[in-house]
């Protein structure tokens, strides 16, 4: 562990480096290290079959790198990065707290995420991951009396195989794209939820990323199952050091819904978005996807991303249950030098499928930002509907806002509503607000949460206190 | 309503010059407002009714070349807007802002709290406010659904100019300036603004109604009444003369204007 990487405190308060011993492998990518990395976690054969098939694959892409996305960046050497990184007590996941490295669970506590048993967050049960190892998970007990598993990807290969070898690569095959293949065949770690028939989680379930190590890419899968009839809340928070090199961050998240099921899965992404001067931050190259498999099942996304040197994400929903409805709500905030190109799709395949998109961009600095989505109604989605809405606000002269909508439209009884709009905080509306006694600051402040609030609405409670917190620290210096 | 010969005016405003992009609009001012008067300023488009409304409240468009403004005996041209308001001057909008996204019930919530940590009193909390502010919305017969709307996003020209009064009764300003604040009423809107400013006439407040119409001032009896144009103000008298501007309109002033500007001050 090197702290000489770490660059001069600045207003991110996260970037923090704890002291902890980590099982490492060295770098590079190949047929032994994806070897390597399954006897490590002791995974059945079924599961490194997959992992080779993916490398397999890679090997075939590795030179095709998406090249369409609106952001810029130096070549990525694959070979540079280390795949593997663990801490060293983790072993093959967390059985108890006391096996936990003190130092981790001191470095969740800064984080705001206690996981001691008489510290723990109150009708949030958490999946502690720490470079890309689940390191605790809370709460298990109660999930357990209503047959709700919450547990680490790794602990669900050995005690629930079958689940996952139906559905994982369901939603998001390991072919999907560069990103996903590179993840399939190395991913480390991630939280593994499955919601029973009929059973509304009592619980919200959070994962909470935290990278630590210095050249250790994070890749991590998460894979979430809602039963028929159930119905789960599902968080995500990230955060990293402040470190002068760039870190590649490459996880994929699937989810399916059955028949009449709900998802909600909440992003608050805050990854070190590197310096004022653009050194260092976190590549987020990130692969979401949900299925609603079953009639009338519904899945919702709703994101806050404020880190991130790059942020690369499309968070979409395939609505293949006839009634289905697929949301995404987002809030994707650049400052400095910091790129976004994030977006969804939404791919509707039964018919009186429903989507809604909601983007709401925030360019400050010489940030640029770029919507990107997809509406695609298929012939048999008839009756079909998607609402989008795009907004962007911009806060410089410096800075960019894109929107790339794709649409397409298969059969004639779908309809399809798109708007649009830029603006930004007019000399007439901070006077407004001054003339009532309000600073312009203050006046900015309230204009853009005004502007988030669709999607902080979406938000449970103090998720949405906290990421308007985010955005206040995100665009602190950048207006007025 | 004229003060005492001690007193010290509310407003005093003396040769008060101010330039937008670079055109000069008021071109020496004067006017002067004891506590406890209503005065209308009236004249025609383009005299610099407005001008005067916003370089009081210290909108940073505008360009104080010359003259000065004293409020409570302090010379306000240098104080940032923010710090006005604070201090008890109040604009009502001509074209009140949309603020999407921002509840009303937020916006008002965070503007009185703004006042009163200026003036040493405690921040007041959801519950307090609610009931505060349900008490002033009945003063302009409000219905509760708007302050979980957006700053008057979607509202029609009648709501926005109602949020405005409803705005002054909350903060309740020592200086409220209107800024015709009856265009575009109906009948019925219009009482209730003017019930608004009767509701605040006390005796150490004062309002200045500026107007293109006297169609307000059957409802609300001015102290004074003062004519601008080309940027100053050109006669004052008691409340007869908007009566006398309705009947014989604008022109019948600039043909005779030989009138001293000076005659302003009242009880000076």
Redesign the interface.
Known sequence: MTTSDLLPSSDYKYGFVSQVESDSIPKGLSEEVIRLISAKKGEPEFMLEWRLRAFRHWLNVKDQEPTWQNVQFPPIDYQDIVYYSAPAKAGDGPKGLDEVDPAILEAFDKLGIPLEEQKKLSGIAVDAVFDSVSVATTYKESLDKVGIIFCSFTEAVHNHPDLIKKYLGSVVPYSDNFFATLNSAVFSDGSFAYIPKGVRCPVELMTYFRINSADAGQFERTLIVADEGSYVSYLEGCTAPFRKTNQLHAAVVELIALEGAEIKYSTLQNWFPGTKDGEGGIYNFVTKRGKCAGRASKISWTQVETGSAITWKYPGVILQGDDSVGEFYSVAVVNNHQQADTGTKMIHLGKNTRSTIISKGISAGQGNNTYRGLVKILPNASNSKNYTQCDSLLLTDKCGAHTIPYIEVHNDSSSIEHEASTSKVSDDQLFFCMQRGIPSEDAHRMIINGFCREVFKELPWEFAVEASKLLQVSLENSVG | MASSRRARPLLEVRGLRATAAGQEILTGLDLVVNAGEVHAIMGPNGSGKSTLAMVL?????FTVTGGSVHYLGEDILAL???L???KGI??A?QT????????NS??LR??LN??RV?RGLEEMSFREFGKLLKEKMKIVKMQPGFNSR?VNEGFSGGEKKKNEIL?MAL?EPRLAILDETDSGLDIDALKLVANGVNNLRNPKSATVIVTHYQRILDYITPDRVHVIMDGRIVRSSDSALAKELEAKGYEWIRDGSSDTPKAVAAGA
């Open positions: 409240a210290g909108n940073p468009a940032a807007p923010e006005r308001a604070r109040f604009l909008f009140p802002m949309e603020l999407p996204g921002v509840r937020e916006f965070a503007s703004s006042i200026h957006s705005q903060l």
